[in-house]
C-alpha cells in the first residue's frame, strides 16, 4: 500500500535549535534583534538593562523608532518561522536573511513581552502586544486603537535572564560587541544609531585616521564623487562585513567590493555620490552591477584604493625604520665610521623591511624583536646561526620562507653545524621510534617517564608552536589561553563550576600569527598516551571532552582561535579507525567543526612527518654548500645598494691614493 504523510515539527525546533541553542552568547542574540530593528527601517535602537533592588539583572530591554509589526505581518509572517524576507525591503542594505531573528529572545531570557506600534493603510495607529514564552503556546494578543501621535517602534522586553552570571552582562560589553559588529554598517549608515543605557555608541570614534579624495566626474558618472580611506582601531568583523569597499547612497549601502589586496586589515573605503543617489531614487539598486556608470565608479575607487595602499605600506615601512633605529637592540645606532658599514646598513635595513612584511616584526614583543634583529645581524655578519636558530625557535611568528632567504647569507661553517643540529633531531626520532615500538614500549610509563622525554621537544607536533602548558588543568589552560588570545582573566569563582575544569591534557601548545585573516591563534592540547595503551572508545571519549570544555564555555575565543586536539598513541583499535578514515575528512579525523578538530594518531605517522621535514631541510642544506659573496648576493638581490656601495668605496679610496 502507499500513503503520503504531513512533516510536523515540535516546539523546541523554533525555541531551543533556532533560538537558545543557535546563538553561543546573550550578546550575539542582541545582535540579531538590532539587524531585525534596521530592517523595519528603525534610524534608532536603544538597548537598557534593568536591575532589580539587590542589583541583579532584571531585565533587557531593546526599543526601536521602525515601522513596527502590523497586525496583517504578524498572521503572515510574525509567526512563520524561516519566513522570506519581505519583498518591499531593499535587499542590499537589508541584514536578516533566515527569517529567525526574532526568536533570539530566548537565547536571552525565557520571557519576552512585545508592545509594537505600526501604521495602518487608513492612518491608524494600531498598537499589538503580546509576550513569548519557551513553551511557544499559541500567541495571545491585545490589539487597540492608540492615539494619531504615538510614534511607531517596537519594545520587546526579555526577562529571566540566563546570562546574568556566568556572562557577566553589563552595558559596557553590550555596548562593545554592538560596536565592533555593526562598524561598518554605522559608518556607511550615518543616519542609523545605537543606544546602550542611553549612551550613543559613537562608531566614529574607532576611526584612527581618515583621509578624503575626489573621484572626478566621467561621461557615465556626471558628477564627483568622494572616497574616503578609513583606518579603523581594530579589524570589524569579517564573518558578516567581508567587503572592504562600501558603496553608499542616501545613508545606505548601495553595494559593496573586495579588494585583492587591501591596504591593512583594518581598512574600511566609503564611497560616496550624487549618482549613486539617483540609482536608489530610481529603484534601480537591484540592476547596480549591469549598471555602467557604476562598473566604472566602481573600477575608479578600487584603483584609487590600491595607490592608497601602496602609499600606505611605503610610508609604513619608512617609519617602522625610523622606530627600529631608535631601539637599543639596532646594531647600528651609532654614525657609520666608513662607507662599508653605510652599506652594511643599507643591507641591514633593507632586509629588516622585508622581514618585518613577511612576519611583522611590529607586532612582536620587545623580546621576539630584540631576537629577531640579533639573528639578523649574525646571519649577514656570517656568524654562529645555530646559536640564533634556539632562540627564533622560541618565536611564534617565525617564518620559514624569511629563514630560508637568511640561509643563503651563511658561512659552509654554519651550515654544518646546522646540519649537525637537523642529525640531532632525525636521531631522536629513531630514538622515539625504539621507545614506542620497542622492547621497552611495554613497559615505558606515560606520565613519569614518556612526557618527560617529550616535553622538551614540543616541535615534533610543529615548529610554529610553543609551550604553554604541561601536565597542567583546564583552569591554567584557559588562564594561559586567555593570556595568548589577550583577553581577561577571569577568577576561580567564575571557573569552578565550568564542566571539564578539573581535567590535565599532556601539553598545551599555542601559536600566535599577525595575519589579516581569522583565525590569529592556533592551540593544540596533546594527550599522549603509554605504548601499551591501544586507542578506543574510552580515549576518545576522553579527548571529546577535553573539545566539549572549549567548545561549551564563553571562556574561550571563539572568533580568532582555531583549535586542534591530539590523540596519540602506537596502536589504533578498529572502532578508532574506521572514525580515523571517514569520507570527506583528512587522515585521522575524528570530529571537526568551524574553529576546532580532534584527531587521532599513531606513533608511527607523527615519527614518519617530521622526519620527512627534517630531511627535506637536509636536502635544502647539502645544496647550500657554497656561500654567496657579498657581491654576488648584493647583485642578486639589490643591485642598487651595490652600485652605492661601489660610488662609497671609490670615494673612501680617492684620499688614500693621493697621500
Known sequence: MSYELEWHFSDRVATEHLG?????TSTKAIRELVANAFDAEATAVRVDLNENALGGLESIIVTDNGRGISPQALRDRFVVVGVQPSADAAPLSRLGRFGVGRLAVHRIGTLSRWTSVSTSKDSRKIRLSFTLTDTLERLTVTEDVVDPSTPTG??????NIRDRDSERLTPATIGNDLLSHYCSYLLANPTRHVFVQG?????????????????PASGLVPQDASLEHLLLERPVDQSRFPAQVVFSGKGRTVATANIEVPPCSNYLGLVECPYLDSILTSNRELLIEMDQGFAELRNAALDRVQKFGDRYQS???KAFIQKARAQEYYPYRAPASDAVVAAKQALYDVVLEKVNDAANIEGMTKRQQEVVFRLLRRSLDNENVLEVLHEVAKLSDADIQVFRRLLERTTLDSILRLSSEVTHRLDFLDVLHKLVYGDVAGHLKERSQLHRILEPDCWISGAHFHLAASDRSFREIIRRHRIEAGLEQVSDGVLQDLAGVKDIPDLFLAATRDYPTQPRHHHLLVER????VSLAKKERDQVRRYADTILESSEFDKTSTHWD???VSSEVQKEIERDRNQKDRPHGCLCAWDNMSVWAFEWSEIITRAREEMQLVRDHLKRKSEELTVSDYLRQNFPEILETLSTQLNSARQPATAQ
Open 20 to 24: 537558545s541553542q543557535k546563538y553561543s
Open 154 to 159: 517596537t519594545a520587546i522586553e526579555i526577562l
Open 199 to 215: 549612551e550613543l555608541l559613537d562608531v566614529r570614534s574607532l576611526v584612527s585616521s581618515r583621509q578624503s579624495e575626489i573621484i
Open 315 to 317: 610610508e609604513r615601512r
Open 529 to 532: 598516551k603509554a605504548p601499551s
Open 565 to 567: 586536539i591530539y590523540l
